[in-house]
Nanobody, 115 residues
């Protein structure tokens, strides 16, 4: 089993920055990739950024150049640095741990960007 706890969400003005953290614990040897997803009411959850076991990263087009995903292996933590935030970035952001046969999800953290 894998447990994921997100933190770092909050309220920020347009153009501001936030840093999200996802602390992982449990059986972590099976990790293939970790990622950040976001979801707003009435929309499907969408990929924001991911980082593989081999440190290959992938970003949604809407956040390229503004968001950066990184990992601290010593702390078993994945981060999402969000800069130049826009109101359309407002969503619940969830951390995902991808294992070979299933994915694990955190509870999510709210990010709200005001004009």
């Amino acid at each position: 089993q894998v447990q994921l706890v997100e933190s770092g969400g909050g309220l920020v003005q347009t153009g501001g920055s936030l840093r999200l953290s996802c602390a992982a614990s449990g059986s972590l040897a099976s990790m293939l990739a970790m990622g950040w997803y976001r979801q707003t009411p009435g929309k499907q959850r969408e990929l924001v950024a991911e980082i593989t076991y081999g440190d290959v990263t992938n970003y949604a087009d809407s956040v390229k150049g503004r968001f950066t995903i990184s990992r601290d292996n010593a702390k078993n933590t994945v981060y999402l640095q969000m800069n130049s935030l826009k109101p359309e970035d407002t969503a619940v952001y969830s951390c995902k741990f991808q294992a070979p046969f299933r994915a694990y999800w955190g509870q999510g953290t709210q990010v709200t960007v005001s004009s």
